[in-house]
């Protein structure tokens, strides 16, 4: 079975912190995403990549930043975060099969 | 462009009857579909994909989706309704035919199923 992980499920983080969320994929998956939920918008990606290095933004990426050192593991960042980055972060990965396994969800509130 | 509508924010069914999630989509090219649910405080679970094929797509949990060309609908059904099927379910949809951007999903805003006993 495919396994994504996230680094914390819940975080608390004040206002202009810089916040590093961790998402590691053990398929030897290529492609992987960073995506916030929020009620009544649903699932709005930030980032995405297809390999090492490489990163592609997404529909909402000001704010956030990311890192993929290595293949199998996708940082999100948020240089200084704000009340508005409250929200649930999911990360997700995929191929070669076309559908997307998403991990458990990390549960930001800055305060 | 790319989008998916999913036109119930809300779906309530008793327990044992069958239920139906609407679903429509909009992309320049063929479609991969799919269906996630949610449960609460959970990530998304991968339900079920349209690639090709047949119309009728059977996935995990004794769910299957409808495929329809002409109305662009994918349509989630159970023939009869647990009420441990109570989470969010989302549709997805996915441009074959785009270049660089071949792994991406676009999502709808979710429905919530209830199933009440």
């Known amino acids: 079975d495919v396994k994504v992980t996230q680094s914390s499920r819940y975080l608390v983080k004040r206002t202009g912190e810089k916040v590093f969320l961790e998402c590691v994929q053990d398929?030897?998956?290529?492609?992987m995403f960073w995506y916030r939920q929020d009620p009544g918008l649903g699932l709005r990606l930030i980032y995405f990549?297809?390999?090492?290095?490489?990163?592609e933004k997404g529909d909402i990426p000001e704010g956030y930043s990311v890192s993929r050192e290595k293949k199998e593991r996708f940082s999100l960042i948020l240089e200084s975060a704000s009340t508005n980055q409250t929200s649930m972060y999911l990360c997700a990965s995929s191929f070669p099969g076309p559908e997307q396994y998403f991990g458990p969800g990390t549960r930001l509130t800055v305060t | 462009a790319q989008s998916v509508a999913q036109p119930e924010d809300q779906v309530n069914v008793a327990e044992g009857n069958p239920l139906t999630v609407k679903c429509t989509y909009s992309?320049?090219?063929?479609?991969?579909l799919f269906w996630y649910v949610q449960y609460p405080n959970r990530g998304l679970q991968f339900l079920l994909k349209y690639i090709t094929g047949d119309n009728l797509v059977k996935g995990s949990y004794g769910f299957e989706a409808e495929f329809n060309k002409s109305q662009t609908s994918f349509q989630l059904k159970k023939p009869s309704a647990l009420v441990s099927d109570s989470a969010l379910y989302f549709c997805?949809?996915?441009?074959?035919?785009?270049?660089?951007?071949?792994?991406?999903?676009?999502f709808g805003r979710g429905t919530q199923l209830t199933v009440w006993p």
């Open positions: 990549s297809y390999d090492v290095k490489m990163k």
């Open positions: 992309v320049s090219g063929n479609p991969y």
């Open positions: 398929m030897d998956h290529e492609n």
């Open positions: 997805a949809v996915r441009d074959i035919d785009r270049g660089s951007t071949l792994g991406r999903l676009y």
